[in-house]
């Protein structure tokens, strides 16, 4: 009996073309592992071709819940964002799709595991460090690094000469990830990053020129720093990033042009539409803005951008992933509260900020001078934090 090797399969280009490849050259049983995400894709149809183009067997797995709560939610408590504006939909989504890739092949008894990702991105990396670390003895194939296909034309040209049916266009191909925290776009005319987007790229998000001309406002409730409900609503996990997506969306906030520092090396160019995960991020901020203390705050900081960079890596099975988990779930203990955020062509502003654990006091605040400040206290602080500037001073001036 031939040996079997499961596949991460989302029915594209890539990995459509990948089935009969690995039973040409490897003879291998190829199983489909399907990971829902909330890609918005025809399950069935993307079952459907997969047996078409030779997989012995599909497994789906509905991964929406997990992906939210095990992996994004921690993201959002840790304020991971990749160089200022990557919200890290793609990044988050690889290792929980990949460690189900994983279960499925011990389940269905497979030596080997294969992916669809280029030798040049970062994907390869979430993938397979995700394998190694939860299934070291199982085999990777990675047919990008293997095969001499060179191009997404050649790709086609293989699908053609097979009659695998894709979507690509080869006039404007564009690639493109989506899943319930965000869609990505990368290639077409973003290769070149001195050419705009086009309008046709967008595919969640209005243009602010189409957005409405009145402003919305939305409000969302967190408890220990998760989200949980929308304008008073409470929602179950996808639910919740469901609406908000189509709230964002509608008032053209999310949308994001970057160019990045990949994992291996190179700079590429994507654009990133995010709308409910933009808005999670911003009222998230506003109130550990008023409820986290001043050193944690600042500290928090560092975490996020660590965090962010070590998600963007493939590191999310490691231990210092959960040690950074640890901290931040510490952190977490009271962003209970409301956030409600203004929104208008792609504008997001504060409404307000409530929280029972709120650290913003009035009577500290105010210009009004009251009993809980006293402000001659002051001239002794400065004056300590002064001493070494003043002993700095004197030494100049002594050996001048």
Same mark, same amino acid.
């Given at each position: ?32 592992? +399907? ?10 149809? +993307? ?11 599909? #497994? ?5 819940e997990e992906f939210l709560t095990g992996y994004v939610f921690p993201a959002l408590k840790a304020g991971a964002v990749y160089e200022h504006k990557y919200l890290l939909g793609t990044s988050l989504a690889r290792p929980v799709i990949a460690k189900h890739q994983v279960e499925v092949a011990l389940r269905e008894g497979a030596t080997a595991v294969a992916h669809g990702c280029t030798g040049k991105g970062n994907d390869q990396v979430r993938f397979e460090l995700t394998y190694q670390?939860?299934?070291? @003895? ?13 191009? %997404? ?35 077409? @005319?973003? =290769? ?6 086009? $309008? ?10 189409? $957005?409405?001309?009145? @402003? =919305? ?12 409900? #929308?304008?008073?609503?409470? &929602?179950?996990? *996808? ?9 964002? $969306?509608?008032?053209?906030?999310? %949308?994001?042009? /970057?160019? =990045? ?7 590429? %160019? ?8 933009? /808005?999670?991020? *911003? ?9 986290? @203390? ?16 070590? *998600?963007?890596?493939? &590191?999310?099975?490691?231990? /210092? ?26 504008? #997001?502003?504060? *409404? ?25 206290? $002051? ?20 050996? +001048?």
């Open positions: 009996m031939p040996e079997k090797i499961v596949l991460a399969y989302s029915g594209g280009l890539d990995t459509s073309i990948i089935i009969p490849w690995l039973k040409e050259n490897y003879s291998y049983d190829v199983i489909a592992m +399907v990971g829902d995400v909330g890609q918005g894709d025809d399950i069935e149809a +993307v079952v459907e071709k997969a047996y078409a183009t030779g997989a012995s067997k599909v #497994v789906v797995e509905d991964l929406r670390a939860l299934a070291p @003895e199982l085999k990777i194939i990675a047919p990008w690094r293997e095969w001499s296909l060179k191009s %997404r034309e050649d790709c086609l040209d293989y699908a053609e000469q097979h009659g695998i049916p894709v979507s690509a266009s080869r006039t404007k191909i564009h690639s493109r990830d989506r899943n319930l925290w965000h869609i990505s776009h990368e290639g077409g @005319e973003l =290769e070149d990053a001195a050419n705009a987007p086009l $309008a046709t790229t967008w595919q969640l998000t209005k243009s602010p020129q189409d $957005a409405p001309d009145k @402003e =919305e406002q939305v409000t969302i409730g967190f408890e220990r720093g998760v989200p949980v409900s #929308v304008n008073g609503m409470t &929602l179950d996990p *996808v639910s919740l990033v469901e609406l908000l997506n189509e709230i964002g $969306a509608r008032n053209a906030v999310g %949308r994001v042009d /970057l160019v =990045e520092n990949r994992f291996v090396g190179i700079k590429s %160019r994507g654009c990133y539409e995010t709308p409910g995960g933009t /808005l999670l991020i *911003v009222a998230h901020r506003e109130l550990e803005a008023l409820c986290l @203390e001043r050193e944690v705050a600042h500290f928090k900081q560092q975490i996020g951008l660590k965090y962010a960079e070590m *998600v963007y890596f493939g &590191l999310w099975f490691t231990p /210092l992933r959960e040690a950074l988990d640890a901290f931040v779930e510490s952190t977490q203990k009271e962003m209970t509260g409301s956030v409600t955020l203004s929104l208008y062509k792609g504008n #997001v502003s504060i *409404v307000s900020r409530e929280s029972e654990y709120s650290l913003y006091r009035t009577d500290l605040s105010s210009f009004t001078m009251g009993d809980s400040y006293d402000q001659k206290d $002051a001239a002794g602080f400065i004056r300590i934090l002064g001493l070494p500037s003043r002993s700095r001073a004197r030494s100049r001036m002594e050996v +001048v």
